[in-house]
């Protein structure tokens, strides 16, 4: 990367965390993201206490970005901000502070698509951790999105295979309602899943076409054998709960393998990227290793920090534009279905 010395602050507020980072040219100085634990009580985000909360912690989560950073506000080059996809309200947060303080500052505002950022969080300078050549394909697993996306450059990437109905994340959480599972239910159901035996219990994968994924079916799926098994035995959760924990998640890997296998073999690359907080999961970081071996590939899982929404990966897409002078005008606008 060029040797300049350039500050941009990143700001993200998609969905329901509040985050600020600050990165002099590809290192992240700081990266600090306020969780919003108000929707835990209600097993799913709520749009409107998002973006009430984003109002309540932009000030305060900026400002320690900034002096955790060890910079002022007037050294910054540049501010990035998450102009979509995400909930409109949480996005609106965002965009104005952005707006109000580039303006203020009188320095460039850079728009980002929060999918591009999860891509490219790949490319932050961070010891241990290599960065994909390109083309590469990056598999985005969260609760708000399922994708696979060819890159074939920073901001030259196209959408080979998407979810037609709810995200991989949603399939963790929805299945992990259902068994009683605090919200969100993912990290809970990787937790007992370690436990359990994976195939103890079969659930049919959906059949699309292509390289899209359906999840809405697997839930109903798991709702009716739930239903079924706990009329004969009432207690059918709590005395199987490890191993149906271990065949549900099984089987969504097998999902995102599947068409990882064939994204891969119809496009001939082996370079696997995946972001988004799914990653986190220890079950699909084994099957991408054993893809290693299996199929060739090599695979690239950024740093934890950087696979959940937050702002380094707004921050390094600023400053990758900022590089290329790909500024905002003034009068951009959030966009909740924004395209990559
Ligand atoms: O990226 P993220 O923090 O927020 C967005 O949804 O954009 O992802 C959150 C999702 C939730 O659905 C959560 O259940 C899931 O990631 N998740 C996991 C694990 N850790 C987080 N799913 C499976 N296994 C995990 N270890
Ligand atoms: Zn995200």
Known sequence: MAEQNIFI?????????????????????????????????????????????????????????????GITKEQLHAIAFTRGPGLMGSLLVGTSFAKSLAYGLNIPLIDVNH?????????????????????FLAMTISGGHTQIVRVEHYFDMTVIGETIDDAVGEAFDKSGKILGLGYPAGP????????????????????????????SGLKTAILYFIQKETKANPNFIEENLNDICASIQYTII??????????????????????????????????LKDGEQKFGWTTYIPKFEYTTDNAAMIAIVGYLKY??????????????RLKI
């Open 9 to 69: 602050l990143g700001i993200e507020s998609s969905c329901d965390d509040t985050s600020a980072s600050v990165i002099h040219n590809g290192t992240i100085l700081s990266n600090v993201v306020a969780n919003q634990k108000i929707h835990e009580a209600y097993g799913g985000v709520v749009p409107e206490l998002a973006s009430r909360a984003h109002q309540q912690n932009i000030v305060p989560v900026v400002d320690q970005a900034l002096k955790k950073a």
């Open 115 to 135: 999918m591009q950022g999860h891509i490219l969080a790949h490319f932050i300078d961070e010891k241990g951790y290599n960065k994909p050549p390109f083309p």
């Open 188 to 215: 809970e159901i990787d937790k007992r899943a370690k436990l359990g035996n994976p195939k103890a219990y079969t659930f049919t994968k959906p059949r699309v076409t292509g390289l899209n994924f359906s999840f």
């Open 254 to 287: 097998g999902i995102l393998i599947d068409k990882l296998k064939k994204a891969s073999k119809e496009t001939g690359i082996k370079h696997i990227a995946i972001g988004g907080g799914v990653s986190a999961n220890s079950g699909i970081r084994q099957a």
């Open 323 to 336: 590089l290329e002078g790909d500024f905002a005008e003034w009068d951009v606008m959030a966009s909740a």
